[in-house]
């Protein structure tokens, strides 16, 4: 059972940065893309931004310019570093991961991320 593991989080102040990571108990490479998403109380999840397994990038227009999303194939690990962070950031950021051939997808437990002076 694959298990995708998320860490990083925590209170900011508006302009701050904090880098998420989450880490998959087997090689990322099993995965087609991986990415962020996030959900803010009352509203739904959404997309922040993903990574496929050829590097490449997809990110929410909200995010432009402020996000980062990476990978390292020898630690399995995916991040996303978050810079110039606005209280409109604050949400539980969740790790996804796809194999899509064998229409799978897992998420991780989530991470709070919040925002505020």
């Known amino acids: 059972q694959v298990q995708l593991v998320e860490s990083g989080g925590g209170l900011v102040q508006p302009g701050g940065s904090l880098r998420l990571s989450c880490a998959a108990s087997g090689s990322i490479f099993n995965f087609n893309y991986l990415g962020w998403y996030r959900q803010a109380p009352g509203k739904e999840r959404e997309l922040v931004a993903i990574i496929t397994n050829a590097g490449t990038t997809n990110y929410a227009d909200s995010v432009k310019g402020r996000f980062t999303i990476s990978r390292d194939n020898a630690k399995n690990t995916v991040y996303l570093q978050m810079n110039s962070l606005k209280p409109e950031d604050t949400a539980v950021y969740y790790c996804?991961?796809?194999?899509?051939?064998?229409?799978?997808?897992?998420w991780g437990q989530g991470t709070q991320v919040t925002v505020s002076s």
């Open positions: 996804k991961g796809a194999i899509v051939m064998s229409n799978l997808i897992y």
